[in-house]
């Protein structure tokens, strides 16, 4: 299982191509930011089969190149939890009104919650709702491959925001403590924004949340 990370845009987002390494062709794409031409190119260089594209929460910068994304694959579902499923076609939920460049985006086409699961290939990735940054802030889990994709919710060394409308800090630390500090330390945690790192690591060193 290859995890593939493009950073795009002005907010230096993190997207993700998956598929597996293996041999198969499938793959999923996790958050679509500006200008995600990059992404469609790996994708046909390596004659890959997108079957998701699986948003980790809908603000602006995680979700502006959905439509260019679904213009190439016309066919590819849109994956995200359903407590944001409104806001891709809100420009003041996704945040991208304030900013003063107003983006609405296709979808979703299903909607996710706890404990459902994304496949690709022969891995399975299984959904956290890790809320507290955004109301559905979501995380996939690929337990036999020790990964985490966590969007927004913890960095290296930071965690997300929780200064934005349907923010809630005291609901970030829970989903933080309760959800991704229960995985395995050896986890490695691809966040939305800067470097990976590992549970053991945030749980050891974070100075927003540290392990109880």
Request: one cysteine or more; aromatic letters at 6%; hydrophobic letters at 40%.
């Amino acid at each position: 299982m290859a995890v593939r990370v493009f950073t795009l845009g002005p907010f230096q987002t993190n997207c993700m191509l998956i598929h597996d390494d293996a041999g198969g062709s499938e793959c999923i794409i996790v958050d679509a930011s500006f200008g995600p031409s990059p992404i469609v190119a790996e994708i046909r260089a390596r004659s890959l089969r997108p079957v998701a594209l699986v948003l980790t929460h809908a603000h602006v910068d995680h979700i502006a190149g959905v439509a260019e994304v679904r213009s190439a694959f016309p066919e590819l579902p849109v994956l995200m939890h359903r407590a944001e499923a409104s806001w891709l076609n809100d420009p003041v939920l996704n945040l991208s009104e304030s900013m003063g460049m107003p983006v609405t985006a296709p979808g979703p086409d299903r909607l996710l919650d706890e404990g459902d699961v994304v496949r690709v290939g022969s891995t399975s990735w299984r959904v956290l709702h890790t809320p507290g940054h955004s109301p559905g802030g979501l995380t996939l889990v690929c337990d036999e491959a020790g990964v985490a994709i966590v969007g927004d919710t913890l960095f290296a060394g930071s965690i997300g925001r929780t200064d934005f409308p349907g923010s809630d800090h005291a609901t970030l630390e829970q989903s933080i403590r309760e959800k991704l500090y229960t995985l395995p330390g050896g986890t490695k945690v691809y966040p939305g924004h800067g470097p990976p790192t590992t549970i053991a690591r945030e749980m050891m060193s974070n100075p927003y949340v540290r392990a109880r």
